[in-house]
């Protein structure tokens, strides 16, 4: 059923809706950009991207790669990698808590996307489109239903704070000059963040795990808003959600 607008308008499908990967402002009934932001207030959150569940080449033990070994990860075999993949997943995000995947999910075929998700314990499992997603994005049956949303990219409210997420790195984004924060994915570690962004790809944490919004926080409570272009602090600012 379609999500029908305050005024009446035609209905627009949630599928168009999570797509767009930010709030039209037209006053949708149960928008679920809004919904979010009321749902992120005290909640558990974690981000987190490039899973490559399944990726046998970027294992060095199953790889094919020639050349340099150091992009791969060292596990003593694929299904090592995997189950540490999903260990350190679920020993740090409940249940209960709130996950958002940044891209790349799985590898290996379309069966794998399933596999990897029935593994993780949280329910409410948030994807952002990588470029190795073509199973879900080619709405492969029953893939998409697997996660609470889907989106090519998405703006989100935390406590307040406004967060842009895509798998790819920006260097300019929404209200970035205003003190947005960006997180990405993508470059396996090997993208250092501009001003308030940063990777969160579970190469790029230490332990090989997700990031917690607090982590992220913290971190990015460190940086200097960078002005780019012509926005800067003297731009008139967004009134705060």
């Not at 470029?131 to 049956?141: G, M």
């Amino acid at each position: 059923m379609g999500w029908k607008r305050v005024n009446k308008l035609e209905p627009l499908s949630r599928e168009y809706l999570l797509n767009r990967g930010t709030c039209c402002n037209n006053g949708c009934v149960n928008c679920p950009y809004k919904s979010n932001k009321m749902k992120f207030k005290n909640r558990n959150i974690y981000m987190v991207s490039d899973s490559h569940y399944g990726h046998h080449n970027i294992c060095t033990s199953t790889t094919k790669w020639t050349g340099d070994v150091a992009k791969c990860r060292n596990f003593e075999s694929l299904e090592n990698m995997n189950d540490t993949i999903v260990n350190n997943i679920n020993s740090v995000v409940g249940e209960d808590d709130v996950l958002f995947h940044l891209g790349d999910w799985s590898f290996g075929g379309k069966d794998n996307v399933k596999i990897f998700r029935d593994r993780i314990n949280c329910k409410e499992v948030h994807l952002i489109f990588g470029n190795h997603d073509h199973h879900i994005t080619n709405k492969k049956k029953g893939l998409q239903e697997l996660f609470a949303s889907v989106a090519k990219h998405r703006n989100i409210y935390i406590d307040g704070q406004l967060v842009v997420l895509c798998h790819f790195a920006h260097r300019v984004w929404d209200k970035g000059h205003d003190g947005s924060i960006m997180l990405y994915g993508h470059s396996h570690g090997t993208l250092p963040g501009y001003g308030k962004s940063m990777d969160v790809g579970i190469d790029a944490h230490p332990e090989f795990r997700p990031f917690s919004w607090g982590e992220i926080k913290e971190l990015m409570d460190k940086e200097d808003i960078l002005f780019v272009d012509h926005h800067n602090d003297k731009t008139e600012k967004q009134p705060k959600h």
